[in-house]
């Protein structure tokens, strides 16, 4: 077979690349019938597994609230769109549903059966009107020769609904053995599955009615005949026994009993069906710290930022990639979605990171990477490039005078404001902290510039110098940086 493709594998030259790719057509030439679903049913397995919907819903809850945001592309810069059309359309998908169902419902799907489709219901103008969330045990796909899908299936009992590829958006995990299909956590955890759930039945069973007395042998040492035999057996069973017990009789001497079944301690019963657990809730990415009872504080603190940073977040990227994918292009201009990163971020990393970044940076740069502050006039220059701000004793303190365009009290609480950070900022310094002040009343720019200052200032008189101009700016009006 290599020499029959010898040839074509060693031509040289441009014009290489095909344009189209030749396994699409070979794949469509088969059947793209749905993996088989797993047994038991992943509806059943969700309603009667308290470890599979302990997990899902974990997943599905927690994704469903974070906010999913709209943004237009200007070259290398993402600019947020407010009130976009596709974020109306999320608020209310369709009149049954809202947000949080329709992502709760299709974060739900993906985890149970690796697939998750929206059916997009438009309006006269062409563009989607409603969101309709299919199940996906009742989807199937069309291949096709040039395009891969040609369209999906719905069916409903015997009625089979042809549905046009432009008008699903199909989610899907990664499946190594299906050009087509996702792979769910839930296939994985198949067999940890069964066996927590017949662990369950046979604590059921054995705990049940009638069923509360372990099995054994009953064995009768001194001889009786059959009437006093049978006679024995049938006050036995009436007075300890049920209908399910596992008793036998033996006929020899004097009466003894001898226990022949598992208890739950032999069984070691609980440490199973807590390693069940363990192992399902780990297929699903969900830590076990999480939901453990003896996990400490610190313990729960790091397990709540692996299931954000490892399991929550990526999943919902999957979804913001399909959504910018095959739902934002039926609106004009590029834009793409993306949720809230959630992630949760090292603050003393993010400062040194910062600091580093200062004198590299513009403002402007620094304002929109680290803060999502919009770009200032005067913000075209790293940080480190601003006037050098003067020695304390070189500038004198201005005398705060309300302005007839600010109310007096608000000047004040600002200058008060300024006061407090400067005695936070000279003990911080005595410290060694790096724990960042907390603005409430001073404007927007004015703090961030104080900010940005503080990153350079190193001793008592430099920090005292940059509240100083802080005060001089702040009386005069609006903050603006001083002239280089």
Known sequence: MLERFSHWLRRPGPGRLRPHAPHVAALAEQPAFPPALPQPLPGS??????????????????????PL?????AGEQRLAVENHPLERLLAAPNPYLSRFELLEQTLGMLELH?????????????RPAELWPLRPDRVTIVPDVEHYVRGYVYTTGSRQIPLDALEVIHFKRWHPANDYYGLSALAAARLAILS???MAQWNYNTFGRDNGIPAGIVSIRDYVNDGDFERIKEEWRTSYGGAKRRT??????????????????????????????????????IPVGLVSENATEANAKVAERLFIERTLYPRL??????????????????HVAMFDDIRPTDHHARLAEIRTAHSILSVNEIR??????????WGEVPPARLAPVAPAAATPAATPTATPAEPAAAHKSALDELTAWERFALRRLEKGSRRAFTVHTLPEDLAFEISARLLAATDRDSIRAVFQQ?????????????AE
Do not use: C
């Open 196 to 198: 927590d759930r017949a």
């Open 368 to 377: 929109q990477k680290y803060y999502a502050l919009p770009p200032v006039a």
């Open 114 to 126: 690796g697939n998750a489709y929206w059916f997009i219901v438009g309006d006269a103008a062409g």
């Open 248 to 285: 036998a009789f033996l006929r020899g001497s004097s009466i003894q009993w001898q226990n022949i079944g598992l208890s739950h301690t032999d069984l070691d019963f609980l440490q199973g069906r807590k390693s069940h657990r363990d192992e399902i809730l780990n297929l699903f990415g």
């Open 317 to 334: 990227v999957r979804l913001a990639q399909k959504i910018s994918a095959e739902l934002l292009p039926f609106y004009p201009g590029e």
């Open 470 to 482: 802080a005060r001089a700016g702040l009386s005069e009006g609006p903050a603006a940086p001083l």
């Open 45 to 66: 397995v969700y309603e009667q597994s308290p470890a599979v919907y302990m997990a899902v819903n974990r997943i599905a809850e927690a994704g469903a609230l974070v």
């Open 69 to 73: 945001n709209i943004y237009r592309l």
